[in-house]
């Protein structure tokens, strides 16, 4: 990965210490000359010079790291050492290796350059011809911690710079991953879609193992195996293939397993993995066991496919999830806008009728009420569609029973249903959008047509589902006006991969039809 | 002498009107009105009106609590709740709350008036233009469940037809027929071929307008 080299942030502190260098060293030089006087023989200064101009071409030809740090500090402590007590003048000199080292190597470096600075200057004392007088001694000694101090500022520095790339980094990443998915989602609409991608995955395993039947399973947070894809067989199968000790085994062990099955075949179950989690299972009942080898190239093949299906469930919540607030904001907003707005205009026209002198306008007033109660009343229907979710503990089915028992009670129509809901759930994003079509059907029923009747069929059989509502009302005909409406379920039942039918129901009326993967022979 | 109202809702436009109503009416006399829970609790103490109208969503707190506590302090007050909200569980909610009576807002002010009247008379009643199927749904939360295959049985039994002809029919044996057919009638909670037909017909399981 290039994020590893010497980042933006690195190189500015290391050009720092390149400035600082010949800046002290010009300090040092200054000190001496203001002190020149007492100064005999500089020598000292010419070798710190020397070794200050090394180490600014290392610095430059190499890449940063502790060992250079260390010898300058070395070498420089040497030659102070050495030239003691008029080289105590070049002492500041030490701090610019100790901040290198510390840079370099966070506490450790600095620890080792004030090692390597004390080693050096006793070594430079012991090696001079003349033996130090104790006050020079010291005078030295203060530095040695200031010295390490210096080396710390250079960790603290390091750390400060480490932290702030690794975030930047992780920013970058999720930014150019976001920028792509919509890139993708906008480009082909198939290519983020959960539904296309898990029958891709299934197909792949169906026809390459032979397999009688199949099913790709998923868990999502809270909730059992959800299925997202069928072959072959009927749905009984599925609900104990969940409980399968051999899905949960491949599941928790991440690898494939295959086992007899009591009656016939074999069942294979193949873990989809994304890195090191298991995000769902391919299970396949098969006639021959897969050998070793077969099973892991299975495996393989999946791996790819499970990510990106993970990005598409995960693109698919997200995308409900901002759905949901957006209709919660939507229904605050009309709730405390033009509802009220519209129920003290109705105030008004109470008002008016009561004030009414004569016949004519009396009538008039009567009219205008009732139309702006009936407007009223469509408003908190709209509130109440945008503000129910299908809830946690029941399915789809029973919502959307619910809210047609609720709706045609309160508008006199006969509300027939017919539900079969299996124990397994949709997916929550295709129940929702589910939930939708069905409220936007009924609300048609309720506001167009007349009916008497309301006929709601829910029938879920995951990954299968269909939702019926039909009526005994004036047909298509009159609908035109609210085109709108049927565009709007249209792209609901795209978003989650469903067959949406509008038609005249032979005997007189309407009947929208959304299907989803039901298959051949299967009602 | 008349019921003194204290009106409580966040829209000076909906005070208005509703104010307006109740001084068309010689019953009632408009004691006050509030913006604020924190203002309708005070005015309630220092009034101490006889109905208090409250509108659910307010913009400090929830109406119903506002009710709730109007309730705990005095059994005497009347307490109409207004809403924009549609559903049942704000209808109940309201009940709970100790309300008196519940109203729309897409009702006329008249409909307001005379909830009052109600709510003035006998304030721990409770009175809603819905309450009775609103009821109905609660007890049968989600009306019962058939299966496709018990689905076909009732539509059988509902055409006269005995076990043993709707077994032939289907295809299936008698003792399963016998078993769908006992199920069903638990899932009524029939006890006979005719509770079953009638017990469908009320859920809407059976089309009592046609013929057949």
Same mark, same amino acid.
């Given at each position: ?86 080289? /105590?003048?070049?002492? $500041?000199?030490?701090?610019? $290796? ?19 600075? +004390? ?42 710079? +480490? ?7 992780? /920013? ?33 395993? /169906? ?19 959800? $299925? ?174 619910? /809210? ?101 129901? $032979?005997?007189?009326? +309407? ?13 | ?9 966040? !829209? ?18 408009? =004691? ?13 103490? @220092? ?32 307490? #109409?709740?207004? @809403? ?33 009247? !109600? ?8 009175? =809603? ?6 009821? !109905? ?14 689905? %076909? ?10 076990? =043993? ?11 399963? @027929?016998? @078993?769908? #057919? ?29 013929? %057949?």
């Amino acid at each position: 990965m290039s994020t590893m080299g010497p980042h933006p942030f690195d190189e500015r502190h290391w050009r720092a210490v390149a400035v600082a260098r010949p800046g002290l060293l010009a300090l040092v030089v200054a000190l001496t000359a203001a002190a020149r006087d007492d100064i005999s023989n500089p020598w000292w200064l010419v070798a710190l010079a020397l070794v200050a101009i090394t180490a600014g071409l290392t610095q430059r030809a190499l890449p940063h790291a502790w060992p250079q740090a260390t010898a300058e500090m070395a070498a420089a402590a040497v030659i102070v050492g050495l030239g003691m007590p008029e080289s /105590y003048l070049g002492l $500041p000199y030490l701090l610019v $290796p100790a901040f290198a080292g510390g840079l370099a190597a966070s506490v450790s470096g600095a620890a080792l350059g004030t090692g390597a600075g +004390t080693a050096g200057m006793l070594i430079g004392l012991v090696m001079r011809p003349t033996p130090l007088d104790a006050g020079s001694l010291v005078s030295v000694a203060p530095w040695v911690p200031m010295i390490f101090a210096t080396g710390l500022v250079g960790a603290w520095v390091r750390r400060q710079q +480490t932290m702030r790339p690794a975030d930047v980094t992780r /920013y970058g990443a999720a930014n150019r991953l976001l920028s792509e998915l919509r890139v993708v989602s906008r480009r082909l609409s198939g290519g983020l879609d959960p539904v296309t991608l898990a029958n891709g995955l299934l197909d792949d395993v /169906y026809s390459r193992t032979n397999a009688r039947r199949a099913a790709l399973l998923v868990r999502r947070e809270g909730r059992v195996l959800l $299925p997202l894809a069928r072959r072959g067989g009927d749905d009984t199968w599925l609900a104990k293939a969940e409980q399968d000790a051999l899905v949960l085994d491949a599941w928790t062990a991440e690898t494939p397993a295959s086992a007899a099955n009591r009656r016939r075949g074999h069942r294979l179950v193949i873990p989809l993995r994304v890195g090191n989690r298991t995000i769902g299972v391919v299970v396949a009942d098969v006639a021959d066991p897969a050998s070793p080898d077969e099973l892991a190239r299975l495996a393989r093949s999946t791996d790819d496919g499970a990510l990106r299906l993970e990005t598409a469930l995960l693109f698919d919540e997200v995308r409900e999830i901002a759905t949901r607030e957006e209709r919660r904001r939507l229904a605050r907003e009309i709730h405390d806008g033009i509802a009220q707005e519209l129920a003290s205009l109705g105030y008004l026209i109470d008002d008016l009728q009561a004030r009414a002198r004569d016949a004519g306008s009396r009538s008039l007033a009567i009219t205008l009420r009732k139309e702006v109660t009936r407007i009223l009343s469509d408003l908190r229907h709209s509130i109440f569609d945008l503000r129910s979710d299908v809830p946690d503990d029941v399915g789809i089915g029973t919502a959307l029973a619910g /809210y047609a028992r609720q709706v045609g009670s309160q508008t006199g129509l006969t509300v027939h249903l017919v539900h079969e809901e299996s124990h397994e759930r949709l997916r929550p994003e295709v129940e929702a959008e589910l939930l939708r079509i069905g409220q936007e059907a009924i609300t048609n029923v309720r506001k167009h047509s007349s009916a008497r009747n309301l006929w709601v069929t829910v029938a879920v059989n995951p990954p299968s589902a269909r939702v019926q509502v039909a009526d005994d009302g004036m047909g298509l005909g009159v609908r035109a006006r609210d085109r709108y409406g049927l565009d709007i379920m249209a792209e609901r039942a795209r978003r989650v991969g469903a067959t949406l039918l509008i038609e005249n129901r $032979p005997e007189g009326g +309407t009947v929208v039809d959304v299907s989803l993967g039901v298959d051949e022979g299967d009602g | 002498m008349p019921a003194t109202v204290l009106l409580v809702d966040d !829209h000076d436009l909906i005070r208005q009107g509703l104010r307006r109503a109740f001084e068309r009416d010689a019953e009632f006399s408009v =004691a006050g009105e509030a913006g604020t829970l924190a203002e309708a609790k005070m005015l309630a103490e @220092t009034l101490r009106p006889d109905v208090c109208v409250i509108d659910v969503r307010l913009p400090d707190g929830n109406g119903l609590e506002l009710a709730q506590k109007l309730r705990e302090a005095r059994s005497d007050v009347g307490i #109409v709740v207004l @809403t924009m909200y549609a559903g049942d569980e704000q209808m109940f909610a309201a009940l709970d709350a100790g309300a008196s009576a519940f109203v729309p807002k897409s009702a006329p002010s008249d409909d307001v008036v005379a909830a009052a009247r !109600h709510a003035a008379a006998k304030p721990t009643s409770f009175v =809603a233009d819905d309450l009775a199927a609103a009821m !109905h749904r609660r007890l049968n939360p989600t009306g019962p469940q058939l299966t496709r295959r018990e689905r %076909e049985v009732l539509d059988l039994l509902a055409e006269g037809l005995g076990v =043993a002809s709707i077994a032939r029919k289907l295809y299936i044996s008698e003792s399963t @027929t016998k @078993t769908h #057919v006992s199920k069903l009638y638990d899932k009524l909670g029939a006890a006979n071929r005719a509770q079953a037909i009638m017990a469908a017909v009320r859920a809407g399981l059976l089309d009592d307008t046609d013929g %057949e």
